[in-house]
Nanobody
């Protein structure tokens, strides 16, 4: 599975961005899809995940109520709508895929990352 993330950019605090991740080379609806982010010098951290069917999602506490993950299993894409952005949301954002419905499955596939910068 190949993943291509896009949609990052520079935005002022309080603004919004919508990230997209396009998948190819696999059966998209076999995979849970996640978003992670990383700041230089820090560990990559979980942001959000959506189940293979789109029926379940979960979020990091730091983004809950501000970010929304969604997917389109026809267009093989997953989105992360980010509202009320804060400077601490500045990071490189990665999309990732793991087998759906498999307990303990790891994220085997990663996109290349897209930079999000939030100015104060």
């Amino acid at each position: 599975v190949q993943l291509q993330a896009s949609g990052g950019g520079l935005v002022q605090a309080g603004g919004s961005l919508r990230l997209s991740c396009a998948a190819s080379g696999g059966t998209f609806n076999n995979y849970d899809m996640g978003w992670f982010r990383q700041v230089p010098g820090k560990e990559r951290e979980f942001v959000a995940v959506i189940s293979w069917s789109g029926g379940r999602s979960s979020y990091a506490d730091s983004v809950k109520g501000r970010f929304t993950i969604s997917r389109d299993n026809v267009k093989n894409t997953v989105h992360l709508q980010m509202n009320s952005l804060k400077p601490e949301d500045t990071a490189v954002y990665f999309c990732a895929a793991r087998p759906g419905g498999v307990l303990g499955a790891k994220y085997d596939y990663w996109g290349q990352g897209t930079q999000v910068t939030v100015s104060s």
